[in-house]
């Protein structure tokens, strides 16, 4: 089955304590991104990644880092969390199309809590 | 700035009608626009997808109309099901083209039999 997965489902972590979120998917999607999503707010990009090895900046990045070494993978960490990172985070991917438009797949998402 | 407008406020109507959900943008001209359903504590779902070149999109029981005079997207769901109820939201390329999406905040559709 086509899908994004992301581990853990739920987390409850203490501020300053050191996290990965991960995400792959099964699609060989060239473009991965991940988005917060906070009542009110909406949707908003952390950071994005259009190729391996090739990650950028998107709304939102402060206190997040990204990596993309293999194709599958597009994990995210965050260094030294803290209460205000507490959000609903989701991994998406899209594939590259010629004719573009980017539709975009969603992984299940992610509850951070940081007390 | 780039800047999208969904009706914060809940859209309720009765099972079998047909449900209309604006959005509205400013500032540039997007190539194309989205549409997304987002259920309680779940990844948005991708629905359709429209040109700016396209006026019209159907899909079984959805619509997606793009005036690009207007700056605006109608998002229409035809003999609307109480399971048809969750969040919809619009998503357009960032300004300049680039892959970077950026989604409204969208509308709560709430179908009542």
Known sequence: ??????????????????LTVTCSQNMNHEYM??????????????????????????????????SRKEKRNFPLILESPSPNQTSLYFCASSPRTSAGGYEQYFGPGTRLTVT | SQKIEQNSEALNIQEGKTATLTCNYTNYSPAYLQWYRQDPGRGPVFLLLIRENEKEKRKERLKVTFDTTLKQSLFHITASQPADSATYLCALP?????????FGRGTSLIVHP
Do not use: H
């Open chain 1, 1 to 18: 089955e086509a899908q994004v997965t992301q581990n853990p489902r739920y987390l409850i972590t203490v501020t300053g304590k050191k």
């Open chain 1, 33 to 66: 991104s991940w988005y917060r999503q906070d009542p009110g707010l909406g949707l908003r990009q952390i950071y994005y990644s259009m190729n391996v090895e090739v990650t950028d900046k998107g709304d939102v990045p402060e206190g997040y880092k990204v």
């Open chain 2, 94 to 102: 960032k300004e300049g083209g680039s892959y970077i999406p950026t």
